[in-house]
């Protein structure tokens, strides 16, 4: 069985519209942070060394999302995360938001790619993040 990443976020009041409900372009910066999560916390990756001294990123080439109910002012959102599929290179990722009774909020699918920041372009996971990774692909 596979590992899922979870942690959990509150809905500040500077994610919401004018309804109290989460602008869902707040969305895709709550994602971005759960990858900044796990890489550090799970994978011992954090983006200061990758982008520092390892001179490698990990940009979205795919997204997409389905946004299924509405999250509300207060409420804390637990992140999961799970790997789809895992190359040589890149990463296809299935992160879900749930609200407090579990129940989904909003669901996305990306694509992350490893580059060589000097050349930008595709470079191979370096081997231990690549074996960390291997604990979270679901079959």
């Known amino acids: 069985m ?3 990443f979870r942690n959990t976020v509150r809905v500040r009041f500077k994610d919401c519209d004018a309804a109290g409900i989460v602008f869902f372009p707040r969305y895709f910066e709550m994602l971005n942070d759960c990858v900044e999560d796990w890489f550090r ?3 011992a990756w954090p983006f200061e060394a990758m982008h520092g001294s390892d001179r490698c990123g990990v940009p979205t080439a795919e997204l997409s999302s389905r946004f299924v109910a509405p999250s509300r002012l207060g409420e804390t959102l637990t992140r999961e995360l799970r790997i789809r599929r895992l190359g040589g290179s890149s990463a296809l990722l299935a992160v879900r938001f749930a609200g407090p009774s579990g129940d989904l909020r909003v669901e996305f699918e990306q694509r992350l790619v490893c580059v060589d920041l000097g050349r ?3 470079r191979p996971w370096p081997d231990a993040v ?3 990774m291997g ?3 679901s079959a």
Request: net charge negative; with cysteine.
């Open 130 to 132: 690549r074996a960390a």
């Open 41 to 43: 916390e799970a994978l």
């Open 135 to 137: 604990c979270y692909v």
């Open 2 to 4: 596979s590992e899922v």
């Open 120 to 122: 930008v372009a595709p």
